[in-house]
């Protein structure tokens, strides 16, 4: 197996790492053979649907739930059968779980105390942190009293109070409403960069993922599909899952037999694929931001015939659901289509036209009855 | 990710235990060890000392061979299933509809209803057969409403277990009511169904295991119960009581073992059922359910308020004719008012010393078992590891629910009486009274704290840990506030419980250590029925006094803490 490593950070030395981490309960393996390097100062977004086992790894690398074998090391020191409390790492949890007879002042205070540290520097401290998630006029309130995205940002000061290697966030975001969510993002985001504290974060919303990732760690089924920058996820999806997980994307099967061409259904289109992926019976994947449509006599390379069967409109763009009989009987294909476009050249439902796929946009995937 | 490990040359990982996690683990050891002597090994001793003969030679099923060719003996099994089955009956049925009453009509005065139906939890179970004896007895003033029969023997013991087995089933029925789906009552008249057929299709139904765990409750207290046939089972002999007759009044120590085994087998049995009826009724309470809102109807508002107001009369009544027969100078013949029957020292029984030790002992019962309850509860509830550990002191903590008073009791003789068990001198002392008691209350208080618990965020702990703080503090700062009105609730019912209960210590006072509710059991043997009653009187008003005053702390509480608690 290889180790999940981006080719820039070759040569830099990972903060956190997981070797062939295995977990499971009874006879369930909820992850298998996780192997991951994760870097000084960087935040890396754990990402999949429910019960890919996000969390369990999360729990994992915090000792909360040990696994069942592999291997953890954290700044170069194995740390893979310690107790939470012999390892070095803040936690933010979806509850939040703010101790609630306690005030923001004093939660935060929490892991401050018993440190040799003096009344004095405490209370400096937590006003430090206060200002520092920007609810220093708070700090006599019970967290009860306040609003869902201040209490997760005391949880937040108080991960952060003990300045530790690492950060731990699952699903912290989850529980709020979408605006406060967004907002929010871009702060911790922002906090984490000035900290420069490498962060782990569990999340199964591909936005947030996108937006606040270094690099995203896309699981499925407790085992990583891939690994790699937001652009590169999205751009090159390493398989059928994460192509159809992050993003928008039309499957049309097809079939290949090497060289730089590639039939769907009675279309044959020209692409650009390496010499090892699938051949035979394939999957054709495009996203639906990528098609063109031809709008006068000059014809576009890659194209063919399709009947607008609906447009919907999403605010900056129309979803066009498509009929093609010469690419594929059956399948619908999805295609965003500009306003400025649709303007320009009227467009409506029940029109046929010629959409085209630029060559450099295709990718393709083993299809049903080949086992890649 | 075609990697193939062969499973078996991996090492699995084992994790290293914390300081917290071992001190955490001694915790529970202490207190696991805790159930082990004060429950387990009793029991091992006493069902041991069935099989032996007054010398202690082992002689097989002697005993019981001995035991199931008397009829005086085993006829008891039979009246104790039978006056078990009919209060369950009568009281489940009662409690039924005063619980309808309270959930689901809109009368008035709810709270006081609420409040009096408890009423017979502050009372040792031997205080109604007094006051029964009072009113249906050869002077009772009540008598003519018999028609000629005899308030001693079943009919007596079945009044007054019924009285004291009340409020018990209330509780339960109560709640399994108040949980159901106002959602299907809506869906119900929305099909335009009558109120009976409601009744009978949804009402019924969404109570049955309320009901039918209340059925059980009631089953086992009665059949455990000592006080009632004691006092008013005349001729009518019930397990519970032979027991005592075989240790009290004949000395014959192996066959009050033997029928204790025997008590314990139907006591056993109806603790699982209920064990498992109440599992079923967790999972039916779904998370989205809508609490149903019962609407004015003046009728049938009044025929419910009537109905409750009758029970509330019957229970007062009992009452109220103990406390003035407590109060008279000869009852029937003398009837002025005065307070000589007060005069406890004159009597056996203990004196006003007995009722002063009660208090102690209640106390430190309280003190001691929330303390050693409440710790337990959490060490089990958020420790880390040792699974099995857990598991097993789960099971001991449920076992005492399932011990009937007397047999516990009974097994404290065999086991601590013994001059070679090291803790043999805690024998004829507070101490042996208070584990005792803690041990014999300790399922219902250890179920209260790990309610509490389970209701607190599960990740609090892991918190802590990753703040590296001890456990204690979080313990002690975080866990004790939020559990507050569990730990008052767990106090205040250890408290009550030990300033009734006789079964449990009946066996193990000593001269120096009486108590008031064996001082009433002993002055109503000695012939001595109006102090009896004065003394159960007592014990009734200290109850009240420590239930209103739990009140107003845990109200004070709320108000102190109510800028934290969500509501
Ligand atoms: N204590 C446990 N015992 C048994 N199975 C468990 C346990 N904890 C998790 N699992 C299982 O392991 C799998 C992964 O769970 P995990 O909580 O890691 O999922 P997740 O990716 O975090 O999902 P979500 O987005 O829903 O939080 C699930 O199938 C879950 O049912
Ligand atoms: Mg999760």
């Known amino acids: 197996m290889s180790a999940n490593t981006v080719g820039s950070d070759t040569g830099r030395k990972p903060y956190l790492t997981t070797t062939d981490l295995t977990k499971n309960f009874g006879s369930f393996t909820a992850l298998s053979d996780i192997t991951l390097e994760i870097y000084e100062g960087e935040f890396v977004c754990f990402l999949g649907p429910s019960g890919c086992g996000k969390t369990t790894l999360l729990r994992a690398i915090a000792g909360l739930d040990i696994q069942t074998f592999g291997k953890v ?72 009293q306040l609003s869902g995205g201040q209490q997760q940002r005391i949880a937040l000061a108080r991960a952060i109070a003990t300045n530790p290697g690492l950060l731990l966030l699952d699903e912290p975001l989850s529980a709020l409403d979408a605006k406060v969510r967004a907002h929010l993002r871009h702060e911790i985001k922002e906090l984490q960069r000035t900290l420069g504290v490498t962060t782990v974060m569990v999340t199964h919303d591909q936005e947030e993922a996108l937006t606040m990732a270094d690099r995203i760690v896309v699981m499925n089924n407790g085992v990583i599909e891939q690994v790699g920058t937001p652009i590169e996820i999205y751009r090159d999806p390493a398989t059928a899952f ?25 279309v044959e289109l020209q692409c650009e694929v390496q010499g090892t992926g699938p051949k035979g019976n394939i999957l054709v994947a495009f996203r639906p931001e990528n098609m063109l449509v ?15 069967k609906y447009m919907e409109f999403m605010g900056s763009f129309f979803r066009v659901d498509l009929m093609s009989k010469s690419a594929s009987a059956d399948a619908h294909i999805k295609g965003d289509f500009s306003i400025n476009m649709v303007r320009r050249t009227g467009v409506k439902e029940g029109d046929t036209i010629r959409v085209s796929i630029p060559k450099d946009r295709l990718t393709i995937y083993p299809g049903a009855s080949n086992n890649g | 990710m075609a990697n193939v490990t062969l499973p078996n040359t991996r090492r699995e990982v084992k994790a290293k235990a914390s300081r917290d996690d071992w001190t955490m683990r001694a915790f529970m050891l ?59 009956v009568i009281t489940v049925t009662l409690a039924f509809f005063y619980a309808y009453a309270l959930t689901r009509s809109c009368m008035r005065f709810k709270g006081f209803f609420k409040i009096m139906a408890m009423v017979p939890i502050l009372v040792p179970s031997l205080l109604p057969g007094i006051g029964l004896i009072y009113m249906f007895g050869k002077q009772g003033y009540l008598k003519w409403m018999l028609f000629g029969h005899e308030i001693y023997g079943p009919l007596g013991i079945i009044i007054a277990e019924v009285f004291f087995t009340f409020p018990h089933a209330l509780l339960i029925i109560m709640t399994a009511l108040a949980i159901s789906d106002g959602r299907l009552y809506e869906a119900a008249t929305v099909l335009r169904a009558s109120k009976w057929k409601i009744f009978w299709t949804v009402t019924l139904p969404g109570a049955r295991y309320g009901l039918i765990s209340a ?94 107001s009758i029970i509330v009369l019957i229970i007062v009544t009992i009452l109220a004719t103990c406390q003035f027969a407590a109060l008279v100078k000869f009852w029937p013949y003398n009837l002025d008012i ?45 420790g880390r590891g040792v699974e099995k550990g857990r598991t097993l002191f789960q099971f001991l903590a449920m076992m005492p629910m399932a011990v009937p008073g007397m047999v516990l009791g009974l097994s404290y003789i065999f086991f601590f009486n013994n001059p070679d068990n090291p803790f043999n001198f ?12 803690v041990t014999h209350f300790y399922t219902v208080a250890h179920l209260t704290a790990m309610t509490a618990l389970k209701q607190m965020d599960k990740e609090f702990e892991s918190v802590s840990q990753s703040l590296q703080q001890p456990f204690y503090k979080m313990f002690l700062r975080v866990t004790v506030p939020v559990c507050t009105p569990a730990v008052l609730e767990i106090a205040i019912y250890l408290f009550v419980n030990a300033m009734t209960t006789v079964s449990a210590v009946v066996f193990i006072y000593s001269t120096h250590t009486q108590l008031a509710s064996v001082a009433v059991l002993n002055m109503d043997d000695a012939g001595d029925i109006a102090p009896a009653a004065a003394m159960g009187m007592m014990i009734f008003y200290t109850n009240a006094i420590a239930r209103v005053l739990h009140m107003f702390v845990a109200k004070a509480l709320e108000k102190r803490t109510q800028a934290w608690r969500q509501r």
Do not use: C
Not at chain 1, 115 to 121: I, L
Not at chain 1, 244 to 251: E, H, L, S
Not at chain 1, 294 to 308: R, V
Not at chain 2, 351 to 370: E, F, P, Q, R
């Open chain 2, 215 to 308: 059925a059980f409750v009631v089953f086992t207290l009665v059949i455990t119960d000592f006080g009632v046939p004691k006092v008013i089972g005349g001729q009518y002999n019930v397990l519970a009581v032979d027991i005592y007759k075989q240790v009290i009044g004949q000395q014959n120590f192996s066959m009050g073992a033997v029928v204790s085994v025997v008590l314990l087998i139907p006591a056993i049995f109806a603790f699982y059922v209920d064990r498992q009826v109440q599992k079923k009724q967790v999972a039916q309470l779904s998370a989205r359910a809508v609490p149903y809102e019962p609407k004015p109807d003046i009728r049938f508002d009044a025929l419910m308020m009537s109905y409750s």
């Open chain 2, 426 to 437: 805690i024998y004829g002392t507070m101490a042996i009274l208070v584990v005792s008691t």
């Open chain 2, 338 to 382: 005065g307070l000589q029957h007060y005069n406890f020292d004159l009597m056996d029984g203990g004196g006003w010393d007995a009722y002063y030790n009660s208090i102690k002992m209640a106390l430190w019962t309280a003190a001691v078992g929330t303390i050693v309850v409440f710790t337990g509860a959490y060490m089990v509830e958020k």
């Open chain 1, 294 to 308: 031809q709008e006068d006599a000059t014809e576009l390379p890659n194209s063919f015939e399709a009947e607008i």
């Open chain 1, 73 to 144: 090391t954290q700044a170069g020191k194995d740390v893979s059968n310690l107790p939470p409390s012999e390892r070095d790492f803040g936690i933010v949890f979806q509850s939040y779980a703010l101790f609630p007879n306690l005030t923001i002042r004093r939660n935060i205070a929490y892991g401050l105390e018993n440190r040799g540290h003096s009344k004095a520097e405490i209370n400096k401290r937590v006003d430090e942190l206060l200002a520092l998630v920007g609810l220093a006029s708070q700090a006599d309130k019970y967290p009860a």
């Open chain 1, 242 to 266: 994460v192509a159809d997980f992050i993003g928008t994307m039309n499957f049309i099967p097809g079939e290949f037999n090497g060289g730089t061409k590639l039939k769907m259904g009675e």
């Open chain 2, 30 to 88: 202490m207190i696991g060890t805790y159930l082990v002597v004060a429950l387990a090994f009793p029991l091992y001793a006493m069902l041991s000392k069935s099989f032996e003969d007054k010398d202690g030679a082992f002689i097989g099923l002697d005993n019981y061979i001995n035991y199931f060719s008397t009829p005086a003996l085993f006829n008891s099994i039979e009246n104790s299933v039978f006056i078990s089955i009919v209060t369950m």
